[in-house]
């Protein structure tokens, strides 16, 4: 089974500019997740979809980061400008639960970003 | 607030020796609580997780947790680290009402030969 697919793995850019993420997750997963994970921190949630609508997006910083998923398979999640601090990894986690029953979530390698 | 408290940050065995990470919660209610281990260079992946019943249980590569509900603790053991138990390992957790994961600030382990 492919697992869930991210793209680019690295990215540098400088602040102001803006960047994307793509992310393609396990084929039949309702759910996707979008984290931020900072150096020496644990993830931090920063959208969540159920199948194409939005279930919690209360911690993306909605100034500047954008997420959405068309068609309620892939997600791109975009940061325009970037800021020094929004250097961290981009994981995307996808899960094949429906609402009101918890499951495993299955994560993707990453996309490190890091804004000079 | 909700959160997930990870005590210790980094950890360094000699192979052989017994670990056990410790892992505190505070939630009201009920939750579901996993262990993730992230070796070097890959992605996140599932040790273990509990939602109900035998507050022991068991995942791969021979670690286990246990659930005290009384003490919001939800600690990762294994009696014999190897050296290809280093890596980073996170506690999370979520409720009932939601499924996004709250994380814990992750342990970095590192397994001398």
């Known amino acids: 089974e492919a697992g869930v697919a991210q793209s680019p793995r690295y990215k540098i850019i400088e602040k102001r500019q803006s960047v994307a993420f793509w992310c393609n997750p396990i084929?039949?997963?309702?759910?996707l997740y979008w984290y931020q994970q900072i150096l020496g921190q644990g993830p931090k949630l920063l959208i969540q979809f159920q199948n194409n609508g939005v279930v919690d997006d209360s911690q993306l910083p909605k100034d500047r980061f954008s997420a959405e998923r068309l068609k309620g398979v892939d997600s791109t999640l975009k940061i325009q400008p970037a800021k020094l601090e929004d250097s961290a990894v981009y994981l995307c986690?996808?899960?094949?639960?429906?609402?009101?029953?918890?499951?495993?979530?299955?994560f993707g390698e990453g996309s490190r970003l890091t804004v000079l | 607030a909700q959160s997930v408290s990870q005590h210790n940050h980094h950890v360094i065995l000699s192979e052989a020796a017994s670990l056990e990470l410790g892992c505190n919660y505070s939630y009201g209610g009920t939750v579901n609580l996993f262990w993730y281990v992230q070796y070097p260079g890959q992605h996140l992946q599932l040790l273990l997780k509990?939602?109900?019943?035998?507050?022991l249980v068991k995942g791969i590569k021979g670690f286990e947790a246990e659930f005290i509900k009384s003490k919001f603790s939800f600690n990762l053991r294994k009696p014999s680290v190897q050296w290809s138990d280093t890596a980073e390992y996170f506690c999370a957790v979520n409720v009932d009402s939601g499924y996004a994961l709250n994380f814990g600030k992750g342990t970095s382990l590192l397994v001398t030969p």
């Open positions: 509990y939602f109900s019943g035998d507050p």
């Open positions: 986690a996808s899960s094949l639960d429906s609402w009101g029953r918890p499951g495993e979530l299955f």
């Open positions: 084929s039949g997963h309702a759910t």
